[in-house]
């Protein structure tokens, strides 16, 4: 199965600009996207396809790589960002989650 | 607006069977392939399969494939997930959600499972 590995948590103030990272242990093309779950609730498509941005989710997200390296990227942070986010994989069988990267709003 | 509901969780003994239900409205449900996926309690999530339109496909994690049946009924806009030999390790959230082929686009807000004597 195709790992994806994010570093556990992050803690920003608003207002700054966050990189969430996702490392595949192989290659899946672009075919990486990334969910936000906020507390007590289902997880939230934000970007799909590496960098495109799902109808509805503020431009302040952004998501770029290819390959084994992606990033996830919130500028200006804001505190209703406050969540885990998970990045997803559907090049390879079967299709995985990263652990996920919890994020906190100081 | 598109709405998913999961219900048929709750507690059961282990190695009893377990069906769960995913009532969707607000689309086109016999136009999209439909999913599961799980999360155990404060951990990450886990693809458990997905179903193509006509139920002619169905895709499953290698580790849940012989205990985990995922059927749908167009008819009734329900999408299914028949659990069978539950363990501790099946106590988990199990979310239904729209699958876009590579990504899943909306979820339901999830039904709890705990498996337990």
């Known amino acids: 199965d195709t790992v994806l590995t994010q570093s556990p948590a992050l803690a920003v103030s608003p207002g700054e600009r966050v990189t969430i990272s996702c490392r595949a242990s192989?290659?899946?093309?672009?075919?990486m996207h990334w969910y936000q779950q906020k507390p007590g609730q289902q997880p939230k498509l934000l970007i799909y396809?590496?960098?495109n941005l799902e109808s509805g989710v503020p431009a302040r997200f952004s998501g770029s790589g290819s390959g084994t390296d992606f990033t996830l990227t919130i500028d200006p942070v804001e505190a209703d960002d406050t969540a885990t986010y998970y990045c997803?994989?559907?090049?390879?069988?079967?299709?995985?989650f990263g652990s996920g990267t919890k994020l906190e709003i100081k | 607006e598109v709405k998913l509901v999961e219900s048929g969780g709750g507690l059961v003994q282990p190695g009893r069977s377990l069906k769960l239900s995913c009532a969707a409205s607000?689309?086109?449900?016999?136009?999209?392939?439909m999913g599961w996926v799980r999360q155990a309690p404060g951990k990450g999530l886990e693809w458990i399969g997905e179903?193509?339109?006509?139920?002619?496909?169905?895709n499953y994690t290698p580790s849940l494939k012989d205990k985990f049946t995922i059927s749908r009924d167009n008819a009734q806009n329900t999408l299914y997930l028949q659990m069978s030999k539950l363990g501790s390790e099946d106590t988990a959230i199990y979310y239904c959600?729209?699958?876009?082929?590579?990504?899943?686009?909306?979820w339901g807000p999830g039904t709890m499972v705990t498996v337990s004597s």
């Open positions: 959600a729209r699958s876009m082929g590579i990504t899943f686009d909306f």
């Open positions: 607000g689309f086109s449900f016999n136009d999209y392939w």
């Open positions: 179903i193509n339109q006509d139920s002619s496909t169905i």
């Open positions: 192989e290659s899946v093309s672009t075919l």
């Open positions: 396809l590496a960098s």
């Open positions: 997803q994989q559907s090049w390879n069988d079967p299709l995985t």
